[in-house]
């Protein structure tokens, strides 16, 4: 059976390390846990390097979490109407942008007997989530007036759909937008979000980060990188995570397909270049597990190409042999898509240093 390894303490490190330099400048950090699906030994690793908050984009992983006893602020990033009553139940925070969706919490906060805490998401030029800034103001008036919703902070969130990158000019908006509401409604905003992993860069260079106090992180944490070009973060860890997957079949045949060619299983006619005899391995890993695009395996590997179920090698004469295993480094996406197969088993280690991979 394909499973992932995922090394506990060099998550734990990136959370620390995160946790510390963004600390410097009074930045609170929510841990992203949508990717792994809020799998109890990751969130506990990022708990204990020091994030304040998990955040996940699914009710479903937090229920998940809480079952696992694991205690924290549980915050939600997506707010499906339909679900506000087990929101109310199991998050302790939610963002939002629909005055519906504030209503029906209201509703269910009020039987529930509790108060729901909410942070308004405002669209500052990614065009994912958001409130426009210049109906903000009203929509926090009509938020103030629902009862039991408590509004506690505004956010945004970049570079996800649009690519707009986190820069001075857009988290000097937000900061702006936070005054401006506190000013006029008399209230003091607990937190300003001003994004996620992609705003490592605008942190390491802003002047003056103005009222920016919370970045909510996923990929920098599980994988030591930021988002706006993949760059590690220095002293972070960046191969948290590794699949692996067992050698059936190992041989040595021509690199072209023989015959009349015509369509594969995916519907695209194939193309090869001829490099003669080549020693070719198949793997038991497939698309049904996992994105293969996201799949780095080591120099001496090379992806041929993929199906449901077989991932196709040339293995440069490495020699494998069935029942051999490969490794392969995974990106965030691979992660998200082996996570979430049900054929690829979870394996937690105290792996600190680099593996070979
Ligand atoms: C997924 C998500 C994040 C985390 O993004 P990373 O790039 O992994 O840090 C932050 N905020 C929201 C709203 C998200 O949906």
Not at 72 to 78: E, M
Not at 156 to 180: F, I, R, W, Y
Not at 339 to 352: A, E, G, N, V, W
Request: proline share 4%.
């Amino acid at each position: 059976m394909p499973r992932i390894e995922i090394a506990l303490p060099q998550i734990r490190d990136n959370a620390r390390m995160l946790s510390e330099l963004y600390g410097q400048k009074g930045i609170s950090l929510m841990g992203v846990s949508k990717a792994v699906l809020g799998e109890p030994p990751v969130v506990e690793a990022m708990i204990q390097g020091g994030v304040k908050f998990i955040a996940d984009s699914r009710i479903e992983n937090i229920q998940r979490m809480k079952t696992a006893g694991i205690s924290t602020q549980f915050v939600l990033l997506r707010t499906p109407l339909s679900q506000a009553e087990s929101i109310v139940k199991n998050a302790d925070i939610s963002l939002n942008t629909e005055i519906e969706t504030l209503k029906e919490l209201s509703h269910y906060a009020k039987i529930q007997n509790k108060n729901h805490r909410v942070i308004i998401m405002v669209e500052l030029g990614d065009l994912r989530e958001g409130v426009l800034p210049c109906e903000l103001s009203d929509f926090a008036k009509k938020t103030l007036a629902l009862p039991h919703i408590e509004l506690i902070g505004i956010g945004c969130n970049l570079a996800c759909h649009g690519g707009a990158k986190p820069d001075e000019t857009n988290m000097h908006q937000l900061s702006k937008l936070a005054d401006v509401l506190e000013k006029k409604f008399q209230i003091r905003l607990e937190i300003i979000s001003g994004g996620n992993s992609a705003n490592y860069e605008w942190y390491s260079s802003a002047r003056d980060i103005g009222r920016i106090n919370n970045l909510r992180l996923g990929e920098s944490i599980l994988l030591g990188r930021e988002t706006t070009n993949r760059k590690a973060i220095p002293g972070l860890h960046t191969r948290a995570f590794q699949l692996i997957a067992e050698v059936i079949e190992s041989k040595n045949k021509t690199s072209l397909p023989s015959g009349e060619i015509c369509q594969d299983a995916f519907g695209n006619t194939p193309s090869f270049q001829d490099r003669g005899m080549r020693q070719r391995a198949i793997i038991a890993l497939g698309r049904q597990d996992v994105q293969i695009s996201s799949l780095k395996p080591d120099s001496s590997l090379e992806i041929l190409g993929s199906s449901s179920d077989h991932i196709i090698l040339d293995s440069k004469n490495q020699n494998l042999k069935v029942g051999d295993e490969v490794r392969f480094d995974l990106d965030y996406s691979g992660i998200l898509s082996a996570m979430t197969s049900p054929f690829i088993r979870k394996q937690f280690t105290d792996r600190r240093s680099r593996a070979a991979a």
